[in-house]
């Protein structure tokens, strides 16, 4: 399969079926309301994850290309800010609604390059959910006032954009997360430059097209492509005003140093190691039904007291996941993104035991008939594991379990909040005592009570913390308005015509 047969929207828009000396789709640079075609000679091999084919190939843009999508995006501008917010209101109105009529297609193109299963819906509707948000910025922007601060004078503030913004964004929500960035900033009245994942650039591609379609100017989204090349140039340009970006925490740290060193606001949303802390009271059936991975999902569990009986019916489940390429019906897990993240993951798996844990279920072998290039890795699920192991430190990625066991909470508590990343955590009990001391100790930005994945809907923020998170204002929700805007405070005097100062006031006001 290649991306001409998931994408109706091919050709025409943002793909090139075939270009110069290969017969290998060519992704588009989308610079000033057209999808042009890289002159970049440097080009990123893009592949389906189930075969290891290439499927595509992606431009390192070059700096001519950089410097033409960000003079666009300053261009546009002040045009933008100065639209009618109910008119930047109606194009994100048209977009969510764009969004639902082609969130299959989306969610194909997702699937295609990075490998996900069913999910893949998910992905584009968690994403649709903060667009959908984003329309109600007829309340999210208003100001504050204040009448009467002293005689004749009044206090007033506006939130208005920063200018233009940029969002570079990781593999693994290809959809969600450049939706968390752009639409946001752009209803605020800011022009956008986007750098997708080079290994996913389809969903941003398709929906940038929809975001076109659904009236934005030219110039109001530029995305550009590549990797290092295209990260330093968005953290040093002097006309980009704020950085957003998700991903690693080695190029998050990078990328918020050397952005804020140039003055930029930056926002980035890291690494995580979530743990589920079991306790012997929780519904058994509903929690170990709960257990998995993702960024957000529950990759270490900690089982407290007599919960620990409970690993073998946990194995038990964890071997009926079926593994299987993204689009194949009923396959639950798909296959690692590419050959070195499944090294690195059957690497990590190893480690525990050379360190002394067990594996209870290794997914290292497996083999999934027809599709014997991909990059799969089976659940596993590794025990006896100790803090001080590779395993438990390093963010694994992968479908990985790593279990730990205590005899208490407060055990439990002290390791969670041990651990540098501060992404998210789950406690599953059915005492609300219990639920509320942990809610309560435990230093992890986001928390669920028998929720295991607590990504929290758009009108709040994703609010992970600690070594997941550096910046000070998060992603979507009041916080994301905060993020895209600065306040103007206009204190202004109006005296009727006979009240004139009777003598010059050189002192201030008390
Ligand atoms: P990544 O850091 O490798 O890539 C993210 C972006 O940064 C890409 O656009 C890439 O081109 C660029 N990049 C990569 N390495 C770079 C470097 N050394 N210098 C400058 N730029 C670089 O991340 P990934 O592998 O695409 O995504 C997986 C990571 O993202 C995991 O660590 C996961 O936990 C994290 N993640 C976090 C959240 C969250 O909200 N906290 C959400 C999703 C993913």
């Known amino acids: 399969v290649r991306l001409a047969e998931v994408s109706s929207k091919v050709n025409s828009t943002w793909y090139s079926a075939s270009s110069f000396s290969s017969s290998v789709p060519t992704v588009k640079l989308f610079i000033d309301g057209k999808f042009v075609e890289s002159k970049s000679d440097k080009w990123i091999d893009i592949h389906n994850p189930a075969t290891n084919e290439v499927i595509g190939r992606v431009p390192q843009a070059t700096k001519a290309e950089m410097d033409a999508a960000v003079a666009s995006c300053k261009r546009s501008f002040p045009a933008w800010a100065d639209t009618s917010v109910l008119s930047r209101q109606q194009v994100l109105l048209r977009y969510q609604q764009l969004i639902k009529e082609n969130l299959k297609e989306i969610a194909r193109l997702i699937t295609l390059e990075q490998g996900k299963t069913a999910d893949a819906e998910g992905d584009v509707f968690r994403g649709l959910q903060v667009v959908e948000h984003a329309c109600s910025v007829t309340s999210l922007l208003l100001g504050e006032t204040m009448p009467?601060?002293?005689?004749?004078?009044?206090?007033?503030?506006?939130?208005?954009?920063?200018?233009?913004?940029?969002g570079i964004a990781p593999f693994n929500f290809p959809a969600m997360i450049p939706l968390w960035m752009f639409p946001m900033a752009m209803v605020c009245g800011n022009t956008f430059l986007m750098k997708p994942s080079e290994r996913v650039p389809g969903a941003t591609m398709l929906l940038a097209k929809l975001l076109q379609d659904s009236g934005a100017p030219d110039g109001t989204l530029n995305i550009i492509h590549g990797q290092h090349d295209a990260v330093n140039f968005i953290c040093d340009h002097p006309d980009i005003k704020a950085i957003s970006f998700v991903g690693s925490n080695q190029a998050g740290e990078y990328i918020f140093e050397r952005g804020s060193r140039h003055g930029k606001r930056v926002q980035a949303n890291m690494g995580a190691k979530n743990h589920g802390v079991v306790m012997p009271d929780a519904n058994k059936e509903n929690t170990l039904n709960q257990l998995g991975q993702r960024c957000?999902?529950?990759?270490?569990?900690?089982?407290v007291g007599e919960a620990k009986k409970w690993l073998p019916e946990l194995v038990e489940r964890a071997k009926n996941l079926r593994v299987n390429a993204g689009d194949q019906p009923g396959a639950d897990l798909g296959p690692l993104i590419?050959?070195?993240?499944?090294?690195?993951?059957?690497n990590l798996i190893g480690s525990g035991t050379k360190e002394g844990a067990s594996i209870l279920l290794d997914g290292r072998n497996i083999k999934v008939k027809g599709y014997e290039n991909g990059n799969f890795v089976g659940p596993t699920i590794i025990s006896n594991v100790k803090p001080n192991m590779t395993c438990y430190k390093e963010e694994i990625f992968g479908p990985v379990l790593v279990v730990l066991e205590t005899d208490t909470l407060d055990e439990a508590i002290k390791i969670v909040n041990d651990n540098p990343y501060g992404n998210g955590t789950a406690i599953f009990t059915t005492n609300g005592a219990t639920a509320r001391k942990y809610s309560h100790l435990v230093d992890v930005g986001q928390v669920g009570v028998n929720v295991p994945i607590p990504v929290p809907l758009p009108m709040f923020s994703f609010t992970g913390s600690r070594s997941s998170f550096r910046g000070d204002t998060n992603f979507y929700g009041k916080q994301g308005i905060q993020f895209y805007t600065q306040l103007k405070t206009i204190t202004s005097q109006w005296k009727e015509e006979d009240a004139t100062l009777s003598s010059p006031a050189v002192v201030m006001p008390t």
């Open 338 to 346: 590419t050959p070195q993240a499944k090294e690195r993951v059957c």
């Open 148 to 166: 009467s601060i002293t005689k004749d004078m009044d206090l007033y503030s506006y939130r208005l954009p920063l200018g233009v913004c940029a």
């Open 296 to 303: 957000m999902a529950l990759s270490t569990a900690i089982l």
